[in-house]
């Protein structure tokens, strides 16, 4: 990355960080418990994709975990009814404690209105409150389908003995695999160092040096290199269902930004995910428009976004996903999550992968 590229997000984000700074302190702590916990940044406007996440995680074995967050990006006023209510159904594996937005968290996140705000804010919270000595960092559009998932990733962190420990290296914006750099998503971290060492604003986003070379940090990368004491356990495909950038390419659209014409994107995916949740509106609407081959967009959010630009391959991957999920929950597909896929298989063609695949099928 040029020098003049850091200058330039430099200044863009400054208003932003001296926004942001005031909003949290981390305090050292005096003790934590042995054990983990998972923490998921929640969307107040993708309710039922909560009450997903929530489904799949009340599936997991206690085994070390101590508790779950739930971080939602209201205040306690704005808790969505449903989520509430599916909290006390839910037969939990372990203690699970709502936290919330200040209001004044809320004011300034919400005129920002960037997923990695949303996402900064959320972990920053989760890692003040945080009670034992790992925490799991678990992206709310990745669906856990493996019940010792993270019992798992947690032993392998003890193992590993590193602050860090995530389920791959990395890659992107200008950082190699060679830096030593883990992503954010199921990552298991130990919020005690964090908490002694840092402030919340040193885990936001920042343009900065590696070995000579300017890159972009993304949230906690800039302290993991500080910290210097990362490792990976990489996962099955099939022990986690989780569509990349799904939640930032969604905040992004509703406030305008971005260019969804030239992602891959996988919005396709969410009136699944909120049909999951228990919310039909959104399925029912999008299997309507898939009948249509020729149609380039499908109703979301009260606004259509495009999806004619989207190759078979995509198409194939998203349907493989889908089912994954539901052959993990139910043991087949159900009739009227068949009936939305009849059009996304029709847009697969030839890339089609279900039942062509050797090992790990996606089945029906």
Known sequence: MSYAKVLWKRVKRAPMVRALRPLLRWTPPDALA???SIAVGCMRSLAPVAAANMRLLARGRPGALREIMLVFDCTEAELPSQVLAL???????????ILTY??????????IHWGWVY??????LAIEHCRTRHLVLHDLDALPLEPTLFDRLYQGACTAGTVFHGIRPYTGAWIGAADGLVTTFELVLQPGVLRARFQPIDAFNRAGLIGGRYVDFDTLLWIQHQVKSGSV????????VHPSQLICNYTDFVAGRGNLPRIQHSLVLLPYF???????TQLDAATAALRDPQRGTIPLSGRPPPVGHLRPAH???????IRRVEQALYGATRPAVEAFLAGIVQRCGAARTVDREPGGVAAR
């Open 87 to 97: 909290h006390e159904r839910l037969d939990w594996p372990c203690p699970v404690r």
């Open 119 to 124: 996402s900064w804010l959320s972990w920053s």
């Open 315 to 321: 198409w194939a991957w998203t349907e493989k996903q």
């Open 34 to 36: 042995d054990g983990y």
């Open 233 to 240: 356990q990489p996962l099955d495909e099939s022990e986690l």
């Open 274 to 280: 909120e049909y999951l949740g228990g919310d039909t």
């Open 102 to 111: 200040t209001s004044e968290q809320v004011r300034v996140a919400r005129r």
